[in-house]
C-alpha cells in the first residue's frame, strides 16, 4: 500500500510540472523582466531594439505592479533609435539599467529620425535608474557641421519622473532633454563629452515645471544645465560644472517668441574652467519675462564670465540687430560667489537698452583673477538693483 501511495505521488508531481507554464509577458524572473528574456544579445554589435521594444510592452502593458524593466551588467547593447510610449496601465514603471547601452555609427542612422535616439514619452511615475552607462558615439557626428544632431535621452510629457545613477558619454547633440514635465527629480548623474563637442548640454529643461537637478557631475562642450521657456520652480543644488558653458537660463525671446520663465533657483554648484558661470542669455526682439531667479553659493575655479546676463545674444549666422522689445528680466539675486575668473570682466549686466534690468541684487561676492597680477571688474548696461556685503569687484555700474 505504501508502495503505490509513493508511485501515485510520483507521478502526480510529473503531471502537475509538466502542465505548468510561466507567465508569456514575465518568462523567468519574478522580481524583474530582463531585456534578455526577450531576445536580446548584449554583444554590442547585434541591434537589440526589437528585443527592448517587446520587453517594454510587456512591463508597459501589466495592469498594475508592474516589475522592474531590467538591462543587465555585464553586455553591451547596440540600440537604433527607439520610443518607449505610453500611457502605460500601472501608475509606476521602473527601467534598471546596470549594462551599457550604445547608440549606432552615424552613418547608420538613414531612414531614421535624427531629432533623438532614445525617447520616453507619456509615462507617468516613470523611475530610470541604475549604474550603466549610456553611450551616443558622437564623434561620429561631431566633424559633420551640416548634420542634425540627435539628443541621447528624451523624457516627453513624464509626469512624476525619477532619473538617477546613470553615466553619460558622447552624445552627437544633448545628453538629456525634459520637456513637458511635471514633478522630476534628477540625481547621481555624470555627463561627460570633450570641450570641443558642439552644442552637447548636459540637462535641457523646457516646457516643465517643479524640477530638481541635484548632485550631478557635468563636463561638456555646451551648457551644463539649460533652462528654456515655459519653466518655472527649477531648483539645482550641487552641479559641478565644467569643462562647459556653465548652468544657464535661456536663451529666451529667439525668433521674436514669447518666454517665462519663473522662479529657478541654483545653489551650492561649481564652475570648474568653464567659458561662463551664472548665465541668463535672451534674444533682442522677444517677449515675456524672466524673474524670480537666484544664484547662491557658488565656487568658482577660473571659469570665464563668472557673473552673465547677455541681452544681446545671437547667433554665429544670424543677423543681429538692436530691437526695442527683449524679454524682461527681473528680480534675479546673486548671493554668495568665491573663487576666480579666468577674465578680467568677472562681472557683466548687458540688458536692454530698451527694457533694462530690474531688481537685480548681489550680496557678498569675492571673484578675483586667476592671475595674480590681474584685477577683476564690472560691467552694466542698464541694469538696474542694489549692493550688498562685500563686493569685489566693485559693481558700482549697477543703477538703483
Same mark, same amino acid.
Not at 533682442?284 to 575655479?301: D, T, W, Y
Not at 590681474?374 to 559693481?395: F, M, Q, W
Given at each position: @500500500?505504501?508502495?503505490?501511495?509513493?508511485? =501515485?505521488?510520483?507521478? %502526480? @508531481?510529473?503531471?502537475?510540472?509538466?502542465?505548468? /507554464?510561466?507567465?508569456?509577458?514575465?518568462?523567468?524572473?519574478?522580481?524583474?523582466?530582463?531585456?534578455? &528574456?526577450?531576445?536580446?544579445?548584449?554583444? +554590442?554589435?547585434?541591434?537589440?531594439? &526589437?528585443?527592448?521594444?517587446?520587453?517594454?510592452?510587456?512591463?508597459? +502593458?501589466?495592469?498594475? !505592479?508592474?516589475?522592474?524593466?531590467?538591462?543587465?551588467? #555585464?553586455?553591451?547593447?547596440?540600440? !537604433?533609435?527607439?520610443?518607449? &510610449? #505610453?500611457?502605460?496601465?500601472?501608475? %509606476? $514603471? !521602473?527601467? /534598471?539599467? /546596470?549594462?551599457?547601452?550604445?547608440?549606432?555609427?552615424?552613418?547608420?542612422?538613414?531612414?531614421?529620425?535624427?531629432?533623438?535616439?532614445?525617447?520616453?514619452?507619456?509615462?507617468?511615475?516613470?523611475?530610470?535608474n541604475g549604474n550603466g552607462k549610456i553611450d551616443g558615439k558622437g564623434a561620429s557626428w561631431w566633424s559633420n557641421k551640416q548634420h542634425q544632431r540627435p539628443t541621447a535621452l528624451s523624457f516627453g510629457s513624464c509626469n512624476n519622473l525619477v532619473f538617477r545613477g546613470l553615466m553619460h558619454v558622447d552624445s552627437p547633440g544633448n545628453h538629456i532633454s525634459v520637456y513637458g514635465c511635471n514633478d522630476v527629480s534628477i540625481s547621481n548623474l555624470k555627463i561627460i563629452a570633450p570641450e570641443s563637442s558642439p552644442n552637447t548640454d548636459g540637462i535641457d529643461i523646457t516646457h516643465s515645471s517643479n524640477v530638481q537637478i541635484r548632485d550631478c557631475t557635468i563636463a561638456t562642450g555646451d551648457d551644463c544645465v539649460a533652462i528654456g521657456t515655459d519653466t518655472s520652480n527649477i531648483a539645482v543644488t550641487g552641479v559641478i560644472c565644467g569643462p562647459g558653458h556653465g548652468i544657464s537660463i535661456g536663451s529666451l525671446g529667439a525668433n521674436g517668441g514669447t518666454s517665462i520663465v519663473e522662479d529657478v533657483h541654483v545653489r551650492d554648484? *561649481?564652475?570648474? +574652467? *568653464?567659458?561662463? #558661470?551664472?548665465? $541668463?542669455?535672451?534674444? /533682442?526682439?522677444?517677449?515675456?519675462?524672466?524673474?524670480? =531667479?537666484?544664484?547662491?553659493? =557658488?565656487?568658482?575655479?577660473?571659469?570665464d564670465n563668472p557673473i552673465i546676463i547677455d541681452q544681446y545674444y545671437c547667433g554665429p549666422n544670424d543677423e543681429c540687430k538692436n530691437q526695442t522689445s527683449a524679454v524682461k528680466v527681473s528680480d534675479v539675486s546673486y548671493i554668495g560667489f568665491q573663487g576666480t575668473s579666468s577674465t578680467e570682466e568677472a562681472v557683466q549686466l548687458s540688458c536692454s537698452e530698451s527694457v533694462g534690468c530690474t531688481d537685480i541684487k548681489i550680496n557678498d561676492i569675492d571673484i578675483t583673477h586667476s592671475d595674480s597680477g590681474?584685477? *577683476?571688474?564690472?560691467?552694466?548696461?542698464?541694469?538696474?538693483?542694489?549692493?550688498? +556685503?562685500?563686493?569685489?569687484?566693485?559693481?558700482?555700474?549697477?543703477?538703483?
Open positions: @500500500m505504501r508502495e503505490l501511495l509513493i508511485i =501515485i505521488l510520483i507521478l %502526480s @508531481m510529473a503531471i502537475w510540472g509538466s502542465s505548468f /507554464q510561466p507567465r508569456e509577458a514575465f518568462p523567468s524572473y519574478a522580481s524583474s523582466v530582463s531585456v534578455i &528574456q526577450f531576445g536580446a544579445v548584449g554583444d +554590442g554589435e547585434t541591434d537589440d531594439s &526589437q528585443a527592448f521594444l517587446k520587453a517594454w510592452k510587456s512591463i508597459c +502593458g501589466s495592469k498594475s !505592479n508592474a516589475p522592474p524593466l531590467l538591462v543587465p551588467a #555585464g553586455k553591451t547593447f547596440l540600440l !537604433n533609435p527607439v520610443s518607449f &510610449q #505610453g500611457p502605460c496601465k500601472s501608475s %509606476s $514603471i !521602473n527601467v /534598471q539599467i /546596470q549594462g551599457n547601452i550604445v547608440a549606432p555609427h552615424s552613418s547608420a542612422w538613414d531612414g531614421h529620425d535624427k531629432k533623438k535616439w532614445l525617447l520616453f514619452s507619456n509615462v507617468n511615475g516613470l523611475t530610470v554648484c *561649481t564652475f570648474k +574652467g *568653464t567659458k561662463n #558661470g551664472a548665465r $541668463i542669455k535672451t534674444w /533682442q526682439g522677444g517677449s515675456g519675462h524672466a524673474r524670480r =531667479i537666484s544664484f547662491e553659493r =557658488i565656487k568658482l575655479e577660473s571659469s590681474k584685477d *577683476t571688474r564690472a560691467s552694466c548696461i542698464n541694469a538696474h538693483g542694489e549692493l550688498y +556685503g562685500r563686493l569685489v569687484p566693485s559693481v558700482d555700474c549697477l543703477l538703483p
